[in-house]
């Protein structure tokens, strides 16, 4: 079955320790990004990769890291995570930019 | 980037078509017109795209105005699973941002 599979779902975890939220997915998709959601704001991009080794930053990349070693992975990399990153994040990608994008089903996460 | 404009919410009766509407001035010329929606608890799903022509599958229709300048999205029978955030965005084809800006979207609410 075609997915995007998102590790942990739920995360509840203290400031300043450092934390990496999965991503996965099995379309052999070059497209794949980050986002998170808040009330009130809707979706905000943080992080997108084009392809292997090549990504660039969203609407709000700070306190956020990204890699993509491989094709199939996109982990998102809190170094040291505050309270105001609190949030629901979801992991897409698609075949290309243009294309539809499948969407993981999304981790939440509590920085105390 | 080209951004969109959408009504915060609209409401529907079970049963009754559905235009919600998407505006996009500065679409440009090689921009798709991308429609997600989000229920509630759940990640985004992809509903619909287009570029210039109307396009239909089996979930809605999607009008593109001649100008580009807008479109809307087609629920021609809404259901009460239809009761969702519905986003319009803009994917670019060309150059070198492909950043996604989904937007806080138009809130559903379908009547029984």
């Known amino acids: 079955e075609a997915q995007v599979t998102q590790n942990p779902r739920y995360l509840i975890t203290v400031t300043g320790k450092k934390l990496t939220v999965t991503c996965s997915q099995n379309?052999?998709?070059?497209?794949m990004s980050w986002y998170r959601q808040d009330p009130g704001l809707g979706l905000r991009q943080i992080y997108y990769s084009m392809n292997v080794e090549v990504t660039d930053k969203g609407d709000v990349p700070e306190g956020y890291k990204v890699s993509r070693k491989e094709k199939r992975n996109f982990p998102l990399i809190l170094e040291s995570p505050s309270p105001n990153q609190t949030s629901l994040y979801f992991c897409?990608?698609?075949?290309?930019?243009?294309?539809?994008?499948?969407f993981g089903d999304g981790t939440r996460l509590s920085i105390l | 980037d080209a951004k969109t404009t959408q009504p915060n919410s609209m409401e529907s009766n079970e049963e009754e078509p559905v235009h919600l509407p998407c505006n996009h001035s500065?679409?440009?010329?090689?921009?798709?017109i991308h429609w997600y929606r989000q229920l509630p608890s759940q990640g985004p799903e992809y509903v619909i795209h287009g570029l210039t022509s109307n396009v239909n599958n089996r979930m809605a229709s999607l009008a593109i105005a001649e100008d580009r300048k807008s479109s809307t999205l087609i629920l021609h029978r809404a259901t009460l699973r239809d009761a969702a955030v519905y986003y319009c965005i803009l994917t670019s084809s060309g150059g070198s941002n492909y950043k996604l800006t989904f937007g806080k979207g138009t809130l559903l609410t379908v009547n029984p």
């Open positions: 897409a990608s698609s075949s290309r930019v243009r294309q539809p994008q499948h």
């Open positions: 379309m052999n998709h070059e497209y």
């Open positions: 500065t679409i440009s010329g090689t921009d798709y």
